[in-house]
C-alpha cells in the first residue's frame, strides 16, 4: 500500500485542505482533510502531525502561497515533501532538484487527474469546490511522481 498526500493552501487567511491518497492493491482511498486553524504556524503543525501519522510517501503542496510553509515541512520531512507551481507555458513535468520544486502544465495535469479520477471511481463527486479539486490534483501528482518519471510523463502526456 503506497500513500500519497496533496496541499492546497486555500490563499491567504484561509484554512488549507489535504487530500491523503492510498494506492491499494485493487482500489484507490481518498481521505480529505479540513485544518482547524487559519493561523499558519498551526496549520504547518496540523500538516507535519498528518504526515506523521499517514506516513505519505510522497507529499506535494501548492508552491504559489505557500513557500514558505513548504519549507518549514521539507526542514523535518527533508525530500518527502516537495513544492508545484502550475504553468500554462509547459505540457508536462519538470523537477528541479536543488530546490524540490515540481513545474507542472496546468491543463493537462487537471485534464488527467479528472479522467483517472473518472477511470478509479466513475463519478467526480470527490469534487466539491476549486479547493478540493486542487488538493486533489496535488495528491494525484504526487501519486504520478512516486509511480516514478516513465509513468509520469506518460500519465501527463495522455
Not at 69 to 76: D, F, K, N, W, Y
Not at 102 to 127: A, D, N, P, Q, Y
Request: glycine share 8%; charged share 25%; proline share 1%.
Amino acid at each position: 500500500m503506497k500513500k500519497y498526500m496533496g496541499i492546497d493552501w486555500n490563499g491567504k487567511g484561509q484554512k488549507a485542505t489535504v487530500t491523503l491518497l492510498t494506492k491499494k492493491a485493487k482500489s484507490v482511498d481518498i481521505k480529505k482533510f479540513k485544518l482547524r486553524s487559519k493561523d499558519y504556524n498551526k496549520q504547518v503543525d496540523e500538516i507535519a502531525t498528518l504526515i506523521r501519522g499517514h506516513r505519505p510517501d510522497h507529499v506535494v503542496a501548492d508552491h504559489g502561497f505557500g513557500q514558505m510553509l513548504i519549507q518549514r515541512l521539507q526542514a523535518e520531512f527533508k525530500e518527502k515533501v516537495m513544492s508545484c507551481y502550475y504553468s500554462s507555458n509547459i505540457n508536462g513535468m519538470t523537477y528541479n532538484k536543488d530546490t524540490s520544486l515540481l513545474t507542472v502544465g496546468k491543463h493537462s495535469i487537471l485534464g488527467e487527474m479528472i479522467s483517472w479520477m473518472w477511470r478509479e471511481f466513475g463519478s467526480l463527486s470527490l469534487i466539491k469546490s476549486e479547493t478540493d479539486m486542487h488538493s486533489i490534483n496535488y495528491a494525484y501528482i504526487a501519486y504520478i511522481v512516486g509511480a516514478g518519471k516513465d509513468a509520469a510523463q506518460e500519465a501527463l502526456a495522455a
